[in-house]
């Protein structure tokens, strides 16, 4: 499977209640995707207002690790379009609409 090179890059978001630990997602000539935000302890989600094949994940997806974030992302960035990566999350065993509201895990 084609894969995109991405890298994601510690910074510190603003928030009420002081910063907090967050990545970019950065791909070729430093090009800004989007953003791994950690929710709830240990699992992260991804976050975009401007790539589609981001916002295909859904909203809120959770992922156990950033190096989890980063396997699928460099997939989903390596695609062509929005429709593509849904087609791709429903076929793989990271859609489970029973159970988790259709999130993934």
Do not use: Y
């Not at 009420?16 to 953003?35: F, K, Q, Y």
């Not at 992922?63 to 929005?82: G, K, P, T």
């Amino acid at each position: 499977m084609k894969t995109a090179k991405i890298e994601l890059k510690q910074v510190k978001f603003g928030t009420l209640s002081g910063a907090t630990e967050g990545w970019m997602i950065v791909c070729e000539d430093d090009v800004i995707h989007g953003l791994v935000h950690r929710i709830d302890g240990d699992l992260f989600t991804i976050s975009s207002t401007t790539d589609e094949r981001i916002q295909a994940f859904g909203w809120c997806p959770m992922f156990d690790s950033l190096a989890h974030v980063q396997n699928d992302l460099e997939i989903a960035l390596a695609m062509q379009s929005a429709g593509e990566v849904e087609e791709w999350i429903e076929q793989s065993e990271r859609f489970d609409d029973e159970s988790h509201n259709g999130h993934l895990h």
